[in-house]
């Protein structure tokens, strides 16, 4: 997609928390920026270490681009808490393992000359598309929420907090208000196409390329066979109900992190988010396939055959 203008005056920087090497590239590129006259609020971030509410509450104006160094989990948290705000990010994979969502390490070997690119919007823009999930009591439409939004760029997965007995729980699903299927596992798995090589495709859903706009309903480990994946336009409402819950251990869980608990009696509508996530990017030759290839380590990569396309006459 076409860039969008940074125009370099407040950015944010987050590194992998407890990670040395991405803090090194943190303060490397903070001082680059600010030398620059670049505003820049910098933090770790991690499961125990937030910083977007105190950067977004201190900001004294918009904020231009946030530079987000470690791996698809650094990346996941800034797009959750970011996205509402608009804010384009450069995730750059240092101390990460698959890298799915970010740029390679390579890119920062020449800060400069990536500034540079910034300013002149020498770079490209992928939007991605993100869900937001919501607590209602009861059956009412429209009704008051139970609970603030929460949103994601993989997926919403529910299910239990705890595995003492398998199954572990009962889930009916509703789409646009009707009745679609009851089911008896361990939990249900509402993704984006981004998510879909993540936790959705460890439980059998299908790729689904990042440029697409679609909902992906999975079921995780279900007790019937007939229990299949199913894929949604994204205009498409996803209500989930949790059944014979008395231990209420039922939880939503977004990206792998946990929202909120589900109470009896409430439900759990998710639908498409209202804003995408923006990641820039820097790869002249960037190939989404070349990414699956590469992280998946499918066959087609590791054994080099001659591509022989001759044509005969």
């Not at 090497?21 to 933090?43: D, F, H, N, Y």
């Not at 020498?122 to 008051?144: C, D, H, I, S, T």
Request: some cysteine; aromatic content about 8%.
């Amino acid at each position: 997609m076409p860039a969008i203008a940074v125009r370099l005056q407040q950015v944010i920087i987050t590194y992998k928390a407890n990670d040395p090497e991405s803090k090194r590239w943190a303060i490397r590129c903070e001082q680059e920026l600010t030398a620059r006259g670049v505003r820049v609020l910098m933090g770790p971030s991690g499961p125990k270490d937030n910083p977007y509410p105190v950067f977004l509450a201190s900001a004294n104006r918009g904020i231009d681009l946030a530079i987000v160094l470690g791996g698809d989990g650094t990346a996941l948290g800034a797009a959750r808490h970011l996205a509402a705000e608009g804010v384009p990010l450069l995730a750059v994979n240092i101390g990460g393992r698959l890298g799915f969502l970010t740029e390679p390490a390579e890119v920062l070997h020449d800060t400069q000359a990536v500034w540079e690119r910034l300013e002149q919007d020498r770079y490209a823009v992928q939007k991605r598309m993100m869900v937001q999930a919501q607590l209602f009591q009861g059956n009412q439409r429209p009704g008051e929420p139970s609970s603030e939004v929460f949103w994601a760029l993989n997926e919403m997965a529910v299910k239990p907090a705890s595995v003492e007995r398998l199954p572990t729980c009962v889930l009916e699903i509703e789409v646009d208000g009707e009745v679609i299927d009851q089911y008896q596992g361990d939990g249900l798995i509402v993704s984006t196409p981004t998510g879909s090589t993540s936790y959705t495709l460890s439980a059998g859903g299908a790729i689904l390329h990042p440029g697409m706009e679609a909902i992906s309903v999975v079921p995780i480990c279900p007790l019937s066979l007939s229990s299949r994946p199913l894929i949604l336009p994204p205009a498409f409402v996803v209500s989930i109900w949790p059944l014979q819950d008395q231990e209420l251990r039922t939880k939503l869980w977004m990206d792998g992190v946990l929202a909120t608990s589900i109470w009896p009696g409430q439900r759990v509508d998710v639908r498409r988010a209202q804003k995408d996530a923006q990641f820039i990017i820097l790869q002249e030759n960037y190939s989404y396939y070349r990414t699956l290839r590469e992280k998946l380590q499918w066959a087609g990569a590791l054994v080099p055959y001659p591509r022989n396309h001759r044509v005969w006459s």
